[in-house]
């Protein structure tokens, strides 16, 4: 009962350093997003995929990239990583229903 | 522009007693509203849910209530228990148009059960 896999759990880069955010799911869920939780924040979407070859942005974009490689798989991109994207990132599916989303267990990323 | 709020960062509560966490929402283009838990390290779970066309659901310990006209919500643990302890998030589900099934989270409020 896998759900949704992140990788890695935790990441440390320097400021302009690149990095992907791994996220799968096995729930053939057609919907995927990208969160991230700091504190008094809450979590705020970033980017979502809601199916297969499509993706739009969310709540605070600037900074990402994503990739709906295929219907399992939605990859979160840093292309240079700033101190302000230090946060927990959560990578969720879904297909509708009243109970939401599937969150993964999220990435601890920090920025130096 | 804060659609969905939850005003109060933190509750503490001795075990055995009521918790009441509180939520408010500025957006009448919600159709389900949720609350999730979080425990340290992990990533959000759900907890229970309420449909829009309703003013309460109860899940053993868990009831949430609705109030359509003050734009609240509520989550009561009755009788609150020290593994209850974590961060508590409500959302609430987008209708319609192109932001269906889309969650938005409030801040996240930190309850604390004390034994």
């Known amino acids: 009962n896998a759900g949704v ?6 990441q440390v880069l320097k400021t302009g350093q690149s990095m992907t955010l791994q ?7 057609n919907s995927m997003y990208w969160y991230r939780q700091d504190p008094g924040m809450g979590l705020r979407l970033i980017y979502y995929s809601a199916s297969e070859g499509t993706t739009d942005k969310g709540e605070v974009p600037n900074g990402y990239n994503v990739s709906r490689l295929n219907k399992r798989e939605f990859s979160l991109r840093l292309e240079s990583a700033a101190p302000s994207q230090t946060s927990v990132y959560f990578c969720a599916s879904s297909e509708g229903g009243r109970y ?4 993964g267990s999220g990435t601890r990323l920090t920025v130096v | 522009d804060q659609q969905v709020k939850q005003n109060s960062p933190s509750l503490s ?3 055995g007693r009521i918790s009441i966490l509180n939520c408010d929402y500025t957006n009448s283009m919600f159709d389900y509203f ?5 425990y340290p390290a992990e990533g959000p779970t759900f907890l229970i ?6 003013d309460k659901n109860e899940d053993g310990r868990f009831t949430v209530f609705l109030n359509k006209s003050a734009k609240h919500l509520s989550l009561h643990i009755v009788p609150s228990q020290p593994g209850d ?12 148009g192109t932001s269906y099934g889309k969650l938005t989270f409030g801040q996240g409020t930190i309850l604390t059960v004390h034994p």
């Open chain 1, 5 to 10: 896999t992140q990788t890695p759990k935790f």
């Open chain 1, 23 to 29: 996220c799968a799911q096995d729930m053939n869920h």
């Open chain 1, 100 to 103: 939401g989303y599937t969150f």
């Open chain 2, 13 to 15: 509560v001795q075990e």
């Open chain 2, 34 to 38: 949720l609350w999730y838990k979080k």
């Open chain 2, 49 to 54: 849910s309420i449909s829009s066309i309703k």
């Open chain 2, 85 to 96: 302890s974590a961060v508590y998030f409500c959302a609430a589900r987008s209708a319609g």
